[in-house]
């Protein structure tokens, strides 16, 4: 077998370990070291690893073991320098803003249809901590360049979520870094097998590890992954800030990670299937998913992505009346939050995770009362379909 680096499938199956690396007679799964606290040493092992002349342990918050084995893999898949793990995504964001914005001036560029709980945590920034935010609408592009050539820095998601809108990454980090901004991409719904930002331009990533990277919807979490090496300054703030996880956490990612791309395949596939089979659907009036030849941005999908995901939107004929007929007459598909789990998930953003914005927001993002978001699982895809059918004759 050559030196160069191990496929993302192959990477993840064995959990980021090295064979050749690994000493003999040991567990093959890594432990899990769920403590608060670890044991110094002597003084002078203590000054070591505070003053950091060595590597070392001391408080969970500072760093863990199992934290650090999957901020390595982590990074690796996305082509990253460094990862920082974090408590769940919101907290993966405020770490990278905060990091972003340090020592800049100008404004935290985004755009409207931001996914809802980043929405809600610039609000915060914004009224309690007065961070200048500045929403422009990349679709008209000389307007979104054009404030992303003031920024202090840029936080895109791509595709958005639930509207699966998509950004020029290789463009918007092309603009941004002339101004010396920072770009920060949330990959949550592409993941890093059918999107790599940091390969592109962006300076960040980052992710609700709850969704596609942990996939079994049993914890919370989230990370950032840096392009360039980490720095103390950037542990400092994620320290500090105090999202951190816990070990018992970080290794269900860890786990999860072993079989995200056969997950990835079918969340690939159930997802083209039922956005197909949707378009073709008569009750059906609009499908958002970019992985479609008739997505308004089917070329910058090609050039950006590999394949579509597993999210995708939708608008029933009927408007608000037959979306929620809709919801309660579901049988198979589970009315629930969330996405990259197992099971195909069906909610309406509107009423659930972009609630929190107001009517007049969501209206200008483009989230009606009637858009139902689907986030397709790994079952059998005509399982699925068939419980659309009949959720769907009667609307």
Same mark, same amino acid.
């Given at each position: ?80 320098? %460094?990862? &920082? !793990? ?9 770490? #990278? $803003?905060?990091?972003? @914005?340090? +020592? ?117 979490? %989230?990370? &950032? !992954? ?9 542990? #400092? $703030?994620?320290?500090? @800030?105090? +999202? ?152």
């Amino acid at each position: 077998m050559n030196s160069s680096a191990p496929r993302p499938a192959t990477l993840c199956a064995h959990g980021g370990q090295r064979h050749e690396a690994r000493k003999g007679n040991q567990p093959l799964q890594p432990a899990i070291a769920q403590t608060a606290v670890f044991e110094l040493g002597t003084a002078a092992d203590a000054e070591a690893i505070f003053s950091h002349a060595r590597d070392g342990y001391a408080y969970s918050r500072f760093g863990n073991p199992s934290v650090d084995a999957l901020a390595t893999l982590l990074a690796e898949l996305e082509g990253g320098a %460094g990862a &920082l !793990v974090t408590s769940s995504g919101n907290a993966a964001t405020l770490c #990278a $803003i905060t990091t972003a @914005l340090d +020592g800049r001036t100008g404004p935290l560029v985004t755009h409207p249809d931001i996914y809802g709980g980043s929405f809600e945590l610039l609000r915060i920034l914004s009224s309690v901590y007065r961070v200048a935010v500045e929403f422009a609408d990349p679709s008209r592009e000389e307007t979104w360049l054009a404030a992303v050539s003031r920024a202090g820095a840029v936080l895109v998601e791509t595709p958005s979520n639930p509207l699966m809108r998509l950004i020029d990454i290789e463009r918007t980090a092309q603009t941004a870094r002339i101004a010396g901004a920072p770009v920060i991409v949330d990959n949550t719904v592409a993941t890093p097998m059918n999107q790599q930002p940091l390969s592109r331009g962006a300076d960040w990533v980052v992710h609700s590890s709850t969704k596609y990277l942990n996939g079994h919807a049993d914890m919370i979490g %989230g990370c &950032l !992954v840096s392009r360039e090496p980490l720095t103390s300054r950037h542990r #400092a $703030i994620h320290k500090n @800030l105090g +999202g951190t996880v816990n070990a018992l956490d970080a290794w269900l990612v860890h786990r999860g990670l072993r079989t995200f791309p056969l997950r990835m395949e079918a969340h690939n596939r159930n997802g083209t299937a039922i956005a197909e089979w949707l378009q073709q659907r008569r009750e059906i009036a609009r499908v958002f998913y970019p992985g479609l030849p008739s997505h308004p941005q089917a070329d910058l999908f090609r050039r950006q992505m590999s394949h579509g995901g597993g999210l995708l939107s939708f608008e029933l004929k009927g408007g608000e009346p037959a979306a929620l007929r809709f919801i309660d007459r579901l049988r198979l598909i589970v009315h629930a939050v969330s996405l990259g789990g197992t099971e195909t998930l069906a909610t309406r953003p509107s009423k659930t995770s972009h609630r929190g914005m107001t009517p007049e927001a969501r209206q200008q993002a483009g989230i009606g009362d009637g858009l139902i978001r689907l986030a397709l699982g790994i079952e059998a895809v005509e399982d699925v379909i068939d419980d659309l059918e009949q959720a769907i004759s009667e609307t």
